[in-house]
């Protein structure tokens, strides 16, 4: 062993390359310091799985850092040391396109981890149902608004409701999106479902504003923005929905004594979300178990190392254009909140 640093279809899954595989390529995005998550879990899942499941294995792990040259470069060295089967969270999309041109050219199958790479030559894709992490997070804003008084935050009137989303060119930001609007468009819109107005949406100006979107899914900006808004209304803010934990934790951190006083959601079910929720500062996070993410991903590079066929751990296809279906492992998040916060221990 090295180390180094819809439903289903009926289409069936094309036979890839990778029998036979001993040398796995790893390639994060980001370190630890961003999103809590990358290098304290899911490389550590990930190695784990794979070094117990295939004797003198190989693995070229690498982190970018958020930089997406730098990844395609890692790429480069993943496949000229012998890589024969790549496991990729892609920094960017167009990145994440040239490394499956360059692993195709060499018969190689790349499996796109936890953020989808828009290409029809993407051999596998395997993360969370981000539409449910949206639903659940705006299922929470609705629990806690339908408890008025008697709620958490004593929720009354017609509270002003900010959203903070991940990065425009991440497909899950996109999927969150679509959720967030689908279930609370009749509460700030009510005009178009014949009822009374309960939220008012002071930022997104709407669905299509980019401005919402955080490069990147950048704390920092998420924070800058959050502060900005409050300034600009005088603090009138009782809902902020935020989509992770890395975001929603900046936020939090530049509140002040606004901490607890304002409905926050976040996603990962990171260990300083768990924090936040015991002290009241987070009102919920959407957990995606990044060791049962890297447990099927792990099944995955065994199978295809044992030139098996994949089909029985597929479980959902994903269009990405009018051609092409890929073959995806789709999981089902939980939402965490302190009623349930052992989840996370």
């Given at each position: 062993m090295t180390i180094a640093g819809c439903q289903i279809s009926a289409q069936k899954t094309q036979h890839l390359e990778g029998?036979?595989?001993?040398d796995i390529g790893i390639l994060l995005p980001a370190t630890a310091a961003e999103s809590g998550r990358w290098e304290e879990k899911d490389r550590h899942f990930l190695e784990k799985g794979i070094i117990e499941k295939i004797p003198d294995v190989t693995i070229r792990?690498?982190?970018a850092n958020s930089n997406k040259e730098l990844?395609?470069?890692q790429a480069d060295l993943a496949l000229k040391g012998g890589s024969c089967i790549l496991i990729v969270t892609r920094v960017e999309n167009e990145q994440g396109i040239n490394i499956i041109k360059k692993a195709k050219k060499k018969g190689v199958p790349v499996i796109a981890y936890d953020r989808l790479i828009k290409h029809d030559d993407l051999s596998f894709y395997i993360s969370f149902d981000s539409q449910e992490v949206g639903r659940l997070q705006a299922d929470y804003v609705i629990q806690e608004l339908n408890k008025g008084q008697e709620g958490i935050y004593k929720l009354e009137g017609?509270?002003?409701?900010v959203m903070i989303n991940g990065g425009i060119d991440d497909e899950n930001s996109h999927a969150i999106q679509e959720s967030w609007f689908k279930r609370l468009n009749s509460y700030f819109q009510p005009e178009e479902f014949n009822q009374n107005k309960r939220l008012n949406l002071?930022?997104?100006r709407g669905k299509d504003d980019p401005q919402y979107f955080m490069p990147d899914w950048s704390g920092k900006k998420a924070a800058q923005k959050v502060n900005e808004?409050?300034?600009?209304?005088?603090d009138n803010i009782q809902i902020i929905l935020v989509a992770?934990?890395?975001m929603a934790n900046e936020i939090i951190g530049s509140l002040?004594?606004?901490r607890g006083k304002i409905l926050i959601t976040g996603q990962d079910g990171s260990a300083q979300s768990r924090k936040n929720i015991k002290n009241g500062f987070q009102g919920i996070t959407i957990y995606k178990s990044s060791e049962l993410l890297a447990k099927k991903t792990v099944e995955l590079v065994v199978t295809l190392s044992e030139g098996k066929n994949t089909e029985d751990l597929i479980n959902w296809d994903i269009e990405i254009s009018k051609e092409k279906e890929i073959p995806s492992v789709i999981l089902r998040p939980i939402s965490v909140t302190k009623e349930n916060i052992e989840v996370l221990d």
């Open positions: 029998k036979g595989c001993k792990y690498f982190n990844q395609e470069k017609i509270p002003n409701l002071i930022f997104p808004l409050l300034k600009n209304h005088q992770n934990d890395s002040g004594d606004k």
